[in-house]
Every structure is written in structure tokens, then in C-alpha cells.
């Protein structure tokens, strides 16, 4: 089994920077790829953004590309996201996803994709 705990949330101004990380509870060599959604009041959860362990080839929503960085430490069994110039529409609570193996079609974007969650962590971003 496979514990992922959030931490870093918190309330920002509009145009600061916060850093979420997401701690996996053991070794991550079985763990194919980590991601990064979040889940505002009365909304779907949404993709955030997704790293494959191997290669760390990366993967954004359009409404955080350029702001929002994901990255990863093997050794540490942690993966981070750097929230830079947020919003007050990036106001959510932020969930850490793990996929386990491989899968085919998963594209890393839907919540279906993968196999473990955190608990979340909230974000606030005031105007």
C-alpha cells in the first residue's frame, strides 16, 4: 500500500508563490508516474499537472502552464509543485495522485488514471 501525504497549502495574495509537496510513504521505484489535481467547492476535480518518474517527461493544464512547475525527488520519495503568480481562481483544495504501473491510454490527465490519493491540502489565493 501506498500513503501520499500534502503539505505546503496554505493562503497566498494573488501574484505570490507557494510550494505543495507530496511525501510517498515508501521507495517509489514501482511508481510510474505522480500527479497533481485539485478540486474547487462545487467543481470536478481537475489535472494540475503529472511527472513520469523515468525520464521526467512533464505534463501541464493550459490554465497553469508557464506559472505552475512539477518536479521531483527519487530520492526522497517527494514530488513538488511550485505554484508561481497564482490566482484567486487557483483556489482549491490540491491532491497528490500516484499511478502505479503503466497503463495503456492513460494519458496522466484524468483522476482515473491513477491508483493512490492524498488526503489535500487547501489552497487559498486572495485578490
Known amino acids: 500500500q501506498v500513503q501520499l501525504v500534502e503539505s505546503g497549502g496554505g493562503l497566498v495574495q494573488a501574484g505570490g508563490s507557494l510550494r505543495l509537496s507530496c511525501a510517498v510513504s515508501?521507495?517509489?521505484?514501482?511508481?510510474?508516474?505522480m500527479g497533481w489535481f485539485r478540486q474547487a467547492p462545487g467543481k470536478e476535480r481537475e489535472f494540475v499537472a503529472a511527472?513520469?518518474?523515468?525520464?521526467?517527461?512533464?505534463y501541464y493544464a493550459d490554465s497553469v502552464k508557464g506559472r505552475f512547475t512539477i518536479s521531483r525527488d527519487n530520492a526522497e520519495n517527494t514530488v513538488y509543485l511550485q505554484m508561481n503568480s497564482v490566482k484567486p481562481e487557483d483556489t482549491a483544495v490540491y491532491y497528490c495522485a500516484a499511478q502505479k504501473d503503466y497503463k495503456l491510454g492513460s494519458s496522466l490527465r484524468r483522476p482515473s488514471d491513477y491508483d493512490y490519493w492524498g488526503q489535500g491540502t487547501q489552497v487559498t489565493v486572495s485578490s
Open positions: 511527472i513520469r518518474r523515468i525520464g521526467g517527461t512533464t
Open positions: 515508501r521507495r517509489t521505484f514501482n511508481i510510474y508516474a
